[in-house]
């Protein structure tokens, strides 16, 4: 999608020529481009909403947001946003506006009779799709925010010096400007999956409206929990409409279904939506590989061991329904799980490519901390590690995630039915090899997802669309908006492990090839055996839970803190200096 924008960088200069170009070559040509240039012709109208996407995440930006901050990693720092004190509204971010006003000027003056009224509203749908999509974003970091929908000159003081509007105000605004685009928007489908069209805009709508309605149902001081209903059926209503167009299906080509989706270097049409698309013409790639491998480019994120547990067996029952789960090593608990653990993470029979020859890739300790490596990401050839390199494609919305909208806010509402499973929850689990419980929701809520994670939750249905949020949709940048409306931000401070080591001074084979990978000590060895990694676990930041043995753990020293009030960043010191109407959210005063 973005590789489009190179276009539009110069589009003003486009147009010049583009309405200087006439029979009559010896005119003299225009030398800037005027309003009504742009906004006079079809071809003006599309380069400048070619403008709007940059609002869009950047082809690395997605994998990262899950990187940055989630209950289910370990990173090699605690960010500042969860350690005490670390974080102020002096250091924050995020209070920019020039997107809107890009917008708005457009939809102010996308009024030209000379072009048609339906390519016009088609337009018009676009922009105020990302008139949403804007302010969605805003909404979730401020909660309250001013509403704008016109572009402000300087002399309009007492729009630029008012006070925020409510998050009423702001998600009523959304769901027109939603409701608009789906209404005016002429494709239905892009076969590039670079482009917003109608059934994008749905699913937007149902990832916004699922929001919202959890939001209010779970976060009890706004006192609006009366409207939670509201917002879940539209949730499941624009979630049915991208069913129902038949656009999109489930991915279920190939011995790998779900990681090519985050391999493909184009996105693969049939459950793909949206993608940001890499481009070797263009030189745009992404740097999954560097991010994911580099021992000290990325964040080295490692999944920890109270995730990986989330995931099932393959008959469908729990993980951690098993005798003696809590001791397996890791060659034996990746056994028989569900098939995207080990499109997930390294693991098994894994392989690598090096100069053209396959190699075992066991998990690498100069990267993990918790022996949970990611491959999700990441392509195969080595290759690629040592720089943004990656051709593969990047996912922004696929049909996985407007299912499991479906499901959520049907549950939520207490409607979910047994076919309602079995078209969403049920078909994700059987793409995933599992045989168990995808014909009929569950009854009972599984112990361990009540103990760990959520227990608040008594809805086997909930509990278990959760648990598949999470599995699912891990690394696609969604962790933390499911906390924040779920409110359990808590989960931050679950403690980062890893693995469980039986011995120290015992080398382990990760993957089960005969080969000795990694071990661990408090004492350095007298003698090592060759190609085995050795790490120190005597003292922090990597230790043993019980010294000698047990998991793996990872900056137990530094303290994870959560305070409700950080569900809302703070408005930055220097806006609020600019204009003190906007008051500080609750919790963040200096």
């Known amino acids: 999608m973005k590789s489009k924008i190179f276009i539009y960088l110069s589009f003003l200069s486009l147009l010049v020529l583009g309405v200087s170009c006439t029979k009559q070559l010896d005119q003299t040509a225009v030398s800037t481009a005027t309003k009504d240039a742009v906004f006079s012709s079809e071809d003006g109208l599309k380069l400048y909403s070619l403008s709007f996407y940059n609002m869009l995440p950047g082809i690395s930006d997605v994998f990262r947001t899950d990187c940055s901050l989630s209950d289910f990693g370990a990173t090699s720092s605690v960010p500042d946003y969860i350690r005490e004190g670390a974080y102020s509204s002096r250091e924050g971010s995020g209070w920019s506006w020039t997107d809107l006003r890009n917008v708005n000027y457009f939809i102010q003056n996308n009024t030209d009779p000379s072009v048609s009224e339906e390519i016009r509203n088609n337009y018009m749908g676009l922009a105020r799709f990302f008139r949403a999509y804007f302010y969605f974003q805003k909404l979730l970091r401020f909660g309250d925010v001013p509403w704008y929908n016109k572009p402000l000159d300087v002399s309009d003081t007492a729009l630029l010096y008012k006070g925020r509007d409510s998050r009423t105000v702001i998600m009523d605004s959304i769901i027109a400007d939603l409701d608009y685009a789906a209404a005016n928007m002429t494709e239905m489908s892009d076969g590039t999956r670079s482009q917003i069209t109608k059934t994008v805009v749905w699913g937007f709508k149902s990832r916004v409206c699922l929001f919202a309605g959890t939001f209010r149902k779970y976060q009890t001081s706004y006192n609006l929990q009366s409207t939670a209903d509201t917002y879940l059926k539209m949730a499941a209503a624009a979630a049915d409409s991208v069913i129902q167009s038949g656009v999109y299906s489930l991915n279920t080509a190939g011995d790998q279904p779900y990681r090519s989706l985050f391999i493909s270097e184009a996105p693969i049409s049939s459950e793909i939506m949206l993608a940001d698309v890499s481009s070797v013409a263009l030189a745009k790639y992404n740097d999954g590989n560097w991010y994911f491998t580099s021992a000290t480019y990325g964040s080295r994120f490692s999944f920890t061991r109270t995730f990986i547990n989330t995931y099932l067996m393959q008959d469908g029952?729990?993980?951690?329904?098993?005798?003696?789960?809590?001791?397996?090593?890791?060659?034996?608990?990746?056994?028989?799980?569900?098939?995207?653990?080990?499109?997930?993470?390294?693991?098994?029979?894994?392989?690598?490519?090096?100069?053209?020859?396959?190699?075992?890739?066991?998990?690498?300790?100069?990267?993990?901390?918790?022996?949970?490596?990611?491959?999700?990401?990441?392509?195969?050839?080595?290759?690629?590690?040592?720089?943004?390199?990656?051709?593969?494609?990047?996912?922004?919305?696929?049909?996985?995630?407007?299912?499991?909208?479906?499901?959520?806010?049907?549950?939520?509402?207490?409607?979910?039915?047994?076919?309602?499973?079995?078209?969403?929850?049920?078909?994700?689990?059987?793409?995933?090899?599992?045989?168990?419980?995808?014909?009929?929701?569950?009854?009972?809520?599984?112990?361990?997802?009540?103990?760990?994670?959520?227990?608040?939750?008594?809805?086997?249905?909930?509990?278990?669309?959760?648990?598949?949020?999470?599995?699912?949709?891990?690394?696609?940048?969604?962790?933390?908006?499911?906390?924040?409306?779920?409110?359990?931000?808590?989960?931050?401070?679950?403690?980062?492990?890893?693995?469980?080591?039986?011995a120290l001074n015992t080398p382990l084979d990760l993957n089960g090839d005969g080969i000795l990978d990694v071990a661990f000590y408090t004492t350095a060895p007298s003698s090592k055996v060759s190609g085995v990694t050795y790490i120190d676990v005597s003292k922090q930041p990597q230790t043993l839970s019980g010294g000698s043995k047990g998991e793996l753990h990872w900056l137990d020293n530094i303290s994870r803190k959560w305070h409700d009030y950080q569900y809302l960043y703070p408005i930055p010191y220097a806006d609020l200096q600019v204009n003190p109407n906007l008051v500080q959210n609750p919790g963040w005063e200096e």
């Open 317 to 502: 029952t729990p993980f951690t329904d098993v005798a003696g789960h809590d001791t397996m090593v890791f060659a034996s608990e990746v056994k028989n799980r569900d098939l995207r653990l080990k499109q997930t993470i390294r693991m098994g029979d894994y392989q690598r490519t090096s100069g053209g020859t396959k190699i075992p890739g066991p998990p690498v300790f100069s990267y993990t901390y918790t022996g949970y490596m990611p491959i999700k990401w990441t392509l195969d050839d080595m290759y690629y590690d040592g720089g943004s390199l990656n051709t593969n494609s990047v996912s922004l919305m696929r049909y996985a995630e407007i299912l499991l909208n479906y499901a959520e806010a049907k549950a939520e509402l207490g409607t979910l039915t047994d076919a309602d499973w079995k078209l969403t929850v049920g078909a994700l689990r059987a793409r995933a090899g599992i045989t168990g419980g995808i014909d009929s929701k569950p009854t009972v809520v599984d112990p361990y997802m009540k103990k760990t994670y959520f227990s608040d939750i008594t809805d086997p249905s909930i509990m278990e669309i959760r648990r598949e949020r999470g599995t699912e949709l891990c690394l696609e940048g969604f962790r933390m908006e499911d906390l924040i409306r779920w409110k359990h931000g808590e989960l931050l401070e679950l403690p980062w492990n890893g693995f469980y080591v039986p």
